[in-house]
């Protein structure tokens, strides 16, 4: 595998459910972020995670609970999701935080929440 | 609140024609990237410009950044149906501990073959 991986690629959920989505990286970098597009809207910045410490949160409700084990793997638990949460959610990944801007990205998991 | 705005938001031109993408803001930005995103897939870096006037050329894709470093264009020459993708411009600042992306609103382009 090489780049940012995602599973699943596509996901349907009812409100009640709870999944998790998984982003792994194999560009050795140090920096994870989760951001999550919807029609019609620029891409949103979720969470930034560095050196697997959280490093940012954009006020995103707490039905999205991020973890991030090591520097290669970062998971997005969902539960009790409203319909208004379907989206594609992205992973991406730089080199570290710090310094740069280049981010690079997973192909996403298209969300349907019913 | 940064914004930026990129024009236009839908393109559909013929294979050969020329076209001329901007990506607009009031912001100055530390760096400006340029990527292209199919259907299904995440977004795909092309370029990244940091020096304010400077252009730089990918095969057929011209990139410029401004000189007070707000905005930039992405100029596609003899464009193919292979261009075919929704481009994002994306401003990059120091924000806190972290560098932080503003994405542009995107612009869809189709080639018809």
């Known amino acids: 595998e090489t780049g940012v991986t995602q599973t699943p690629r596509h996901l349907v959920m009812g409100m009640t459910n709870k999944k998790s989505l998984k982003c792994e990286q194999h560009l050795g970098h140090n920096a994870m972020y989760w951001y999550k597009q919807s029609a019609k809207k620029p891409l949103e910045l979720m969470f930034v995670y560095s050196l697997e410490e959280r490093v940012e949160n954009n006020s995103v409700p707490s039905r999205f609970s991020p973890e991030c084990p090591n520097s290669s793997h970062l998971f997005l638990h969902l539960h009790t999701l409203q319909p208004e949460d379907s989206a594609l959610y992205l992973c991406?990944?730089?080199?570290?935080?710090?310094?740069?801007?280049?981010?690079?990205f997973g192909p996403g998991t298209r969300l349907t929440v019913t | 609140t940064q914004l930026l705005e990129q024009s236009p938001q839908f393109l559909s031109i013929q294979e050969g024609e020329n076209l001329t993408v901007y990506c607009n803001s009031s912001?100055?930005?530390?760096?400006l990237q340029w990527y292209r995103q199919e259907p299904g897939e995440g977004p795909v870096l092309l370029v990244t410009v940091v020096t304010g006037g400077e252009v730089k050329k990918l095969k057929r894709l011209t990139f410029q950044f401004g000189d007070a470093r707000k905005d930039s264009s992405l100029h596609i020459t003899a464009a193919q149906p292979g261009d075919t993708g929704l481009y994002l411009c994306?401003?990059?600042?120091?924000?806190?501990?972290?560098?932080?992306?503003?994405f542009g609103t995107g612009t869809l382009l189709a080639v018809q073959p």
């Open positions: 994306a401003g990059g600042y120091y924000g806190g501990a972290t560098n932080k992306l503003i």
């Open positions: 991406a990944s730089s080199q570290d935080p710090t310094s740069g801007h280049e981010q690079y």
């Open positions: 912001s100055v930005f530390s760096s």
